[in-house]
């Protein structure tokens, strides 16, 4: 157990942001998998910014990197795509 006051707060504080972390990067998952699940173009591209924007957030903060934010947006973006193809 930490004896110093400043560690003690950097661990109630490490819990906390793991948990906030933990949540919104569960959230943003599950919008993806719900956005690749859709089959209708017109809902799909409605979702879109919504879950774009939820990952710039996420990646902004360093939940998640820059990079797999780009991957998931582009993998979303092509997702969309196919569908226009499809219908």
Do not use: F, W
Request: charged share 30%.
């Amino acid at each position: 157990m930490a004896n110093h006051k400043s560690s003690i707060k950097r661990i109630r504080q490490t819990e906390s942001r793991r948990l906030r972390n933990r949540y919104y990067s569960k959230t943003a998952r599950n919008a993806v998998r719900r956005l690749r699940a859709l089959t209708d173009k017109a809902e799909a591209e409605k979702a879109l910014p919504k879950v774009t924007s939820m990952l710039d957030r996420l990646a902004s903060k360093g939940t998640i990197s820059k990079n797999k934010a780009a991957n998931l947006k582009s993998s979303m973006a092509c997702h969309i795509n196919k569908l226009a193809a499809n219908a």
